[in-house]
């Protein structure tokens, strides 16, 4: 079981990512539960079409013990990760968050 204020923490940390990412600006939910889902047949066809950055959003300690990674996803573990990847984005580009 996650607790709360872990949940918290990986909620604020998608919503900033979500925020802070131009691809995202023009629609940026006001709350949590508002953040669109896709269905992994839906990703999976992004993948495929390369249509898409998935970002990780888990600790290093969350990640190194995962047994379950995307393929082709990236981490950001600092503000200068998100500035770079701020960087190389079109206004255009897909972005999907997770964490487990």
């Known amino acids: 079981m996650v607790h709360k ?3 918290t ?3 604020i940390t998608n919503l900033l990512l979500f925020i802070a990412l131009p691809a995202a600006a023009a629609k940026i939910p006001a ?3 508002d953040v669109p889902r ?3 047949t839906d990703l999976q066809q ?3 079409a ?3 950055i998935i970002i990780d959003t888990r600790t290093e300690g969350q990640w190194q013990q995962a047994k379950d990674k ?3 996803a990236i981490r950001l573990s600092s503000q200068s990760d998100l500035a770079r990847l701020q960087e190389t984005l079109t206004p255009d580009t897909a972005l999907v968050t997770y964490c487990t």
Do not use: C, K, T, Y
């Open 46 to 48: 992004m993948q495929a």
């Open 70 to 72: 995307i393929p082709g």
């Open 31 to 33: 709350q949590p539960e």
């Open 50 to 52: 390369e249509q898409v």
């Open 9 to 11: 923490s990986i909620l």
């Open 38 to 40: 896709i269905s992994v």
């Open 5 to 7: 204020s872990r949940l």
